[in-house]
């Protein structure tokens, strides 16, 4: 089972700043997506990156691939309260069935 | 738009008794998933399921888990004698392959008693 660690656990922070949410890993991965978590509800996909050193934009959500496709960073700008949530990473493996495993979770509060 | 449905939606259930979750992935998919996250902690990797047959199980998934595709759209998974630990949000996924995205039903609450 490939580990993944998240960094923040826990970020509460200011409506309006900036924050910036780790993904690590020892092992490589074909594939590497992040889903958010609502309470009681089942992830929801958020985007999907494959290149090294890939970066995707969503509105004010930025995802990055590291470069040896071990680690990723979503960084998000002006935060508002409609992102409060459970952001998840998840590493694809292409082997056997394509299995996701997924980070620890940061559960993010942002305060109006 | 297509979505993972799971059935039911909360399942109570006495210790040592055996249910089954239901999963209806969506219909094109060809892969198959099973998760389950405890209350507060991370997502888990139960199983994974393709050509019909298992493709990886983890540790969690010992011989009190398995799992069925039994008329080709329900993909269920069993646990024959529930333990107290078992209580979690247990999430079926499915995908089309390769590195697509991976759709999750809304998940099932199994408490344990």
């Known amino acids: ?112 | 738009e297509p979505e993972v449905t799971q059935t039911p939606s909360h399942q109570v259930t006495q210790m040592g008794q055996e249910v089954i979750l239901r999963c209806v992935p969506i219909s094109n998919h060809l892969y198959f998933y099973w998760y389950r996250q405890i209350l507060g902690q991370k997502v888990e990797f139960l199983v994974s399921f393709y050509n019909n047959e298992i493709s990886e199980k983890s540790e969690i998934f010992d011989d009190q888990f398995s799992v069925e595709r039994p008329d080709g759209s329900n993909f269920t998974l069993k646990i024959r004698s529930t333990k107290l630990e078992d209580s979690a949000m247990y999430f079926c996924a499915s995908r089309l392959g390769g590195n697509t995205e991976a759709f999750f039903g809304q998940g099932t609450r199994l408490t344990v008693v």
């Open chain 1, 1 to 112: 089972t490939q580990l993944l660690e998240q960094s923040p656990q826990f970020l509460s922070i200011q409506e309006g700043e900036n924050l910036t949410v780790y993904c690590n890993s020892s092992s490589v991965f074909s594939s590497l997506q992040w889903y958010r978590q609502e309470p009681g509800e089942g992830p929801v996909l958020l985007v999907t990156v494959v290149t090294g050193g890939e970066v995707k934009k969503l509105k004010r959500l930025t995802f990055q691939f590291g470069d040896a496709r071990k680690d990723s960073s979503l960084h998000i700008t002006a935060a508002q309260t409609g992102d409060t949530g459970l952001y998840l990473c998840a590493g694809g493996v292409l082997t056997g069935a394509n299995n996701l495993f997924f980070g620890t979770g940061t559960r993010l509060t942002v305060i109006p």
